[in-house]
């Protein structure tokens, strides 16, 4: 089992699968409000579900309104459950606080794959079962 | 980040958790660029209005805030809306849009904002002063305060304006530091500028060119009459925080900043960019075709002197095309009391408050060849709103609404 620090965002505990995405995530117009799928074509995270899942990423990128999209997911019990990123910048720092959603960076993402199970205990991460795939 | 008794007693959440989310934005974006405490903030100016924008969950979060009784302590002002809350039945505005678009302003007035729903702050009396720290949202906006005034802001977003707003206080970071101020690039203008329109050229290659960074320019001729200098320096601003990222700029012997400092307020390492000729960028912003739906003006919002130039350039002709002119309501009752309004009008125009092209649901209402002579509107109306655009100066837009193209 490894542990990791971060910076704290938003503080809090979350536990739950990692679903990585190499490239940032624009929350306005690529994810879908109701049920958390990530819609924007060919973004390597196409067709998968955030909810419920601990959302690794580098940064986030376009409109600021994806600070209110993050609350919308939130608000219909699909958000994730906890983010880690490399550099979160503001538009994901106001949508993690209003969201009340765990939210840790400055870590390095390529320790983590997707269907990793992580729990994240304000800046501290631990990662504790590796994918098998 | 150190924190004052009464900053660590709102993150306490003594004054409730409306509060507390306030603060906890505010420290997250002070953590976020290296604060190492609060400044205190004079005005505070809220983007994020228009239902276009922000749509249903922005709502639904601004309606949140206002139950868990967030109010705001200082002076806050609304960004323009997506109608005009008078005209929007006239004007074709759909219904369920119109409904949402009040509820977001109902929510914002319960927190105490006031709804003034311009872009323009500064043409209806809230001007603060050189060195004033403010929180405004509106990236022309915060060019204009920055720049023109010598107030100091960030380009804050929606959410961290109003935290500011009901703490009074923003993290000390960027532009709220003098280091931060000092220009990245030395601009030498060596073309000449004979209209708003072309000092909206100028801002659009720039901002293109250095993004965020800050500009120094050297060798604009401003217009000697005030009322025309406003307006350029207006448009100037306007087009570089839309084509880029850009807050603050300076101008030799003219902004307050080169006149206190001079050189000095120039980076050592600044990089040199020359600009000759801005045919290029009216290329961009100038689609092919004169076919037109709409011809708008107003981006950022008119003065009453620009309302006056327009009224008269209409005189006593008939518009074959509609005219919109967006501005705040204050300036259209002005501009009603000063008899221009009732020129547009007999004419066929409209003077549209609290909106813009830019935020109001255009596409929606099938307007799609739009003429504008803001390098700002120029640049958003293709993506925001689908829209083609002709660019071009005051004169050649209200002269394509009288000829009905352009």
């Not at chain 1, 919308?72 to 503001?90: D, F, R, Y």
């Not at chain 2, 609304?78 to 929510?107: H, T, V, Y």
């Not at chain 2, 720039?206 to 217009?223: M, Y």
Request: glycine share 10%.
């Amino acid at each position: 089992m490894s542990i990791l620090t971060g910076r704290v965002i938003f503080s809090g505990k979350a536990r739950g699968k990692v679903v990585k995405s190499d490239l940032p995530i624009s929350f306005f117009g690529a994810v879908d409000q109701k049920t958390g799928i990530i819609k924007e074509p060919r973004h390597p995270l196409q067709g998968q579900s955030i909810a419920g899942k601990i959302l690794v990423f580098p940064h986030a990128k376009g409109s600021t309104v994806g600070s209110y999209i993050l609350y919308a997911l939130k608000k219909n019990n699909v958000a994730p459950a906890g983010m880690i990123l490399e550099q979160c910048e503001t538009i994901v720092a106001v949508g993690a606080i209003i969201s009340e959603i765990p939210t840790v960076d400055q870590v390095a993402i390529d320790r983590f794959q997707t269907g990793d199970v992580v729990r994240i205990d304000e800046g501290e991460i631990k990662i504790e079962k590796k994918s098998d795939c | 980040m150190k924190l004052t008794k009464k900053e660590q007693a709102l993150l306490d959440g003594k004054h409730g958790l409306g509060l507390k989310k306030a603060i906890e934005i505010l420290v997250a974006l002070g953590q976020i660029y290296g604060a190492k405490e609060m400044v205190a903030v004079t005005s505070a100016q809220i983007a994020g209005v228009s239902y276009k924008n922000i749509g249903d969950p922005g709502l639904e979060f601004l309606r949140d805030w206002a139950d868990q009784n967030a109010r705001v302590h200082i002076p806050a002002f609304m960004n323009p809306a997506g109608i005009d809350r008078q005209l929007w039945r006239q004007l074709g505005f759909p219904e369920e849009f119109a409904q949402k678009q009040l509820e977001i302003i109902e929510a914002l007035k319960r927190m105490g904002v006031r709804a003034t729903l311009t872009c323009t702050p500064y043409h209806i009396g809230i001007v603060p002063q050189k060195g004033e720290h403010i929180a405004w949202s509106e990236s022309s906006a915060v060019c204009y305060a920055n720049s023109v005034l010598g107030a100091r802001t960030n380009r804050e977003g929606g959410p961290s304006a109003l935290a500011a707003a009901f703490c009074g206080r923003t993290p000390r970071f960027g532009l709220h530091l003098h280091e931060n101020r000092l220009a990245t690039h030395r601009v030498l203008v060596n073309c000449q500028l004979k209209s708003s329109a072309d000092f909206g050229l100028l801002g659009y290659v720039v901002g293109k060119k250095i993004g965020n960074g800050v500009p120094f320019f050297h060798g604009i001729d401003l217009p000697a009459d005030e009322t025309a200098r406003i307006v350029c320096l207006k448009a100037l601003g306007a087009a570089m925080a839309a084509s880029g990222a850009v807050a603050l700029y300076h101008i030799e012997d003219f902004t307050p900043e080169a006149i206190s400092y001079g050189e000095r307020m120039i980076k050592q390492n600044a990089a040199v960019i020359e600009i000759q000729y801005l045919e290029d960028a009216r290329i961009v912003l100038n689609q092919q075709g004169n076919q037109i739906d709409l011809v708008t003006l107003g981006c950022p919002h008119a003065s009453l002197e620009e309302l006056r130039v327009i009224a008269e350039m209409i005189g006593q002709r008939q518009l074959k095309k509609p005219l919109w002119i967006a501005t705040s309501a204050i300036v259209r009752e002005d501009a009603r009391a000063n008899g221009w309004l009732e020129i547009i009008e007999r004419a066929g125009g409209k003077v549209l408050a609290d909106t813009c092209m830019v935020v109001a649901p255009l596409e929606e209402m099938g307007i799609k060849y739009i003429a504008t002579n803001s390098a700002k509107a120029a640049t958003y109306l293709p993506s925001h709103q689908a829209a083609v655009v002709r660019y071009g100066t005051t004169e050649q837009c209200v002269q394509a609404a009288i000829n009905g193209h352009f």
